[in-house]
């Protein structure tokens, strides 16, 4: 990691981590969901590249579409800041799933909602995005 690299993963550690649920207590993942929505509205991202590029830009992790179906879409975020999160036991990625559920219902027009969990061998989360 390079010195700005080190400077948006610390940061972003201390709001997610520390600060933000100190601040919004047993409502924070709720919260945080709702609010990554407002974010992808708010940057227009409303396609894969543009979702992707902002991820890295945000220091979140890769994120990677794995699968997509009739109704669904599956999304795998990797990279050493989810790995380090998912290893202090932080399994909160509820911030992450509403920029990307909110993503997918501007590109695909369509009402959407997500979900996380962590990935096989804690490698990474796996986002997965339900529209009608």
Known sequence: MNESTEQIYFINQLYHDFILPDILGEDTPDILYWAGKHVARKYELSNLDDLT???AMAGFGQLEQVKETRRQVIFQLSGQ???????SQNNDF???SGIVAEAVQLEKEREAEAAFSPAKHQKGVQITVQFD
Do not use: P, Y
């Open 94 to 96: 509820a911030l992450e």
């Open 81 to 87: 800041s989810v790995t380090d999160r998912l290893a």
């Open 53 to 55: 590029q902002f991820f």
